[in-house]
C-alpha cells in the first residue's frame, strides 16, 4: 500500500470520497485505486478564504512500482508496524490477587488489558457507577447538597466522563492505537481514528464507559462501586486494603485515583508512601460566544457545517509565569465540579454535536513551590483547597459560583452588569471580583496574557468575555515517586502509582496508556 500525505481537499468540495482526488495526486486513472483508508485529518485555516481539510490516507493500488518510480511528493510506500504481541495467547498465574483502585481512564484501560489477557481482577470506585452518577450530579446542580463521594470528579469513567472527551492523539504508540480501537468498539464515533483532534462527547462517553464495564465484567473480573478504599498498607509481599470496613489482601495493587482523591493521598503519606510536590497550574474558566470563536477562526466559511465548531489553544510566556488554554470546550458549558464541601470547583464540558451557543475553556497560570508557600510535600494541595474556600465564599456560600467580566478583572472591579456573553454554569452564579483570589503576580500575567491572546485570536480579549472561577484540578499537585523500570512505588513493594493522581498522566488518553503501561509489567511478572 502506499501512503499518501498532504492530500488537500477544499472544504467546498465533496469530502465524502477522495478516489478523485488520490487519482490526481498520484497522476493515475480512478480505475487504478482500489480502496483507501484515511488515516489523519486536519484543517488548515490559514486562509480564511480557502480552508481545506488536509489528509494522510492508506491507498491500495494496481501498479504500485510504477507510481514509486514517479517521485511524487507525500506520496511513499508505507512501512507496517506491528502491534504488541496478543497478551491472550499467553499463560499468567491466576492465583495472584490484582486490584484496581479507581475505574477512570486508567483504571479501565487497565482492567480491560488484564480482561483481555484472561487475568481476572477487582476494581474498587468509591463513586457510583455512571447512570446513578449522573442522578446525583443533577441532584448537586439543583438542590447544591454534595455527594463527596460520587460526583463530576469521582465515580465510573473518571472526572473525564463529564468533559468533552477530548483524545490527546497517541496512535502512533501501540497501546495508543489499541486504546481509540477499543474505544470505537465501544460505541465512539469512528472519525476518532483519523481526525486532528479528536473528541467523544459527554452525551457518548457515558455510553463508552457502561459498555467497556460491560465487558470487564463479562470476561471474569468484577468491580465494586461505592466501595472507597480508605487505608492501604505492605503487607508480605502485598498489601492489605481497608474496603468497606474489611481488610483484604492483593498481591498486586495499581493505584489509579485519579487527581482529586485528596483523602487517600493524604492516607498514603501518613503511612510512610513517598510523595513530592509537583507544579501543576490554577486559573479561570473564560466564556466566549462559539459564533465568534467561529468566525475569528474561518472567517466568511464560520458556517460550513463541515468544520463544525471551532477550537482554540493559546499560550503566553511572561517574565516569571507561563499562561495557557486548556481543556477548551466548544459550543459546551461550565460545569460545577466540587468534590469537597466549602468549595467551588469549576470544569468545562461538551457534548458531541459541541451545538450550545458558548465556547468556554480554562485559562491557567504555572504554579510551583514559591506559589504554595511551603516545601511540604502535600502544600500543593492546600494550596488549592484555598483557592477553592476563596470561590465558595466569593459566591455567596452556597456552591454559586462567582463570575467577572474580563473587563472588569482588567480594571479591578466588582462585576455589576453583563454584556452578549451570559453564563452556563448551571447553579446559579455570583457578581464577584476575581481578583482577590490570587496574588498580583498571578494576576497581572492574566492580564498580559488575555491582549497577547486577542492578537492571537480576534475577540480573545472582548470586554465582555466571561471568567468564572475558579479552575483548580487541571492536573494532579503531587506525584507519588515510582521507580523508572519497574513502575512500582519506591518504598511500597508491589503498589502501581499510575495516571493523573499519581502523578504520571495529563488527560484521558495518557492516563488510558499509563494504565496499560503497568498492566503489561504486572503481566511480565506473572507470566509462566
Known sequence: ????????????????????????????SKAVILDYSIQRRSIDARRKDDISFVYSVLVKVKGEKGILTKSIPNVAKHVFTYDD???????????????????????????????????????????????????TIEQFNSNRVLNTESNIQFGEG????????????????????????????????????????????????????????????????????????????PHKEGLHLDVNGETQYFDYVILAIG??????????????????????????????????????????????ELLGAAEYKLTHQTKTKGVYTFCMCPGGWVVPSSSEEGMVVTNGMSEYKRDRVNANSAVLVTVSTEDFGSEHPLAGIEFQRSLERKAFTLGGSDYSAPIQTLED????????????????YPIGVTYSNLRSVFSEEINEAFIESFSKFGNKLIGFD???????????RSSSPVRITRDKET???INFSNMYPTGEGAGYAGGIVSAAIDGIKVTHKILEKIRL
Not at 197 to 210: E, Q
Not at 270 to 290: L, S, T, W
Not at 409 to 424: A, C, M, Q, R
Open 487 to 489: 513502575l512500582q512505588s
Open 85 to 135: 504481541i496478543d497478551l491472550s495467547k499467553l499463560q499468567y498465574d491466576k492465583d495472584k490477587k490484582i486490584a484496581i483502585i479507581g475505574f477512570g481512564p486508567a483504571g479501565m484501560f487497565s482492567a480491560l488489558s488484564f480482561a483481555q489477557a484472561g487475568v481476572n481482577v477487582t476494581v474498587f470506585e468509591r463513586g457510583q457507577e455512571v447512570d446513578k452518577r449522573i442522578h
Open 259 to 304: 487527581h482529586s482523591s485528596r483523602d487517600t493521598i493524604e492516607m498514603l503519606f501518613n503511612n510512610k508512601c513517598d510523595i513530592v510536590q509537583k507544579p501543576f497550574a490554577v486559573g479561570f474558566r473564560i466564556e466566549h460566544k462559539q459564533s465568534m470563536i467561529n468566525e475569528s477562526q474561518f472567517g466568511s466559511s464560520h458556517t460550513n
Open 1 to 28: 500500500m502506499l501512503l499518501v500525505s498532504q492530500l488537500k481537499v477544499s472544504i467546498n468540495d465533496d469530502n465524502t470520497d477522495l478516489t478523485n482526488f488520490i487519482s490526481i495526486k498520484l497522476r493515475v
Open 462 to 472: 472582548n470586554k465582555d468575555a466571561l471568567l468564572t472561577g475558579v479552575e483548580s
Open 409 to 424: 478583572f482588567i480594571n479591578n472591579k466588582t462585576t455589576t452588569s453583563l454584556g452578549d456573553v451570559l453564563p452556563s
Open 158 to 233: 473518571g472526572a473525564g466522563t463529564f468533559s468533552d472527551g477530548k483524545l490527546t492523539n497517541r496512535k502512533k504508540d501501540p497501546r495508543g492505537k489499541w486504546l481509540f480501537n477499543e474505544l470505537v468498539k465501544a460505541g465512539a464515533p469512528e472519525e476518532i481514528l483519523y481526525v486532528h483532534n479528536p473528541h467523544i462527547g459527554t452525551d457518548k462517553l457515558i455510553k463508552v464507559v457502561k459498555n467497556i464495564r460491560k465487558e470487564i465484567i463479562e470476561l471474569g473480573s468484577k468491580i465494586q462501586f461505592s466501595s472507597k478504599v480508605t487505608n492501604i498498607t
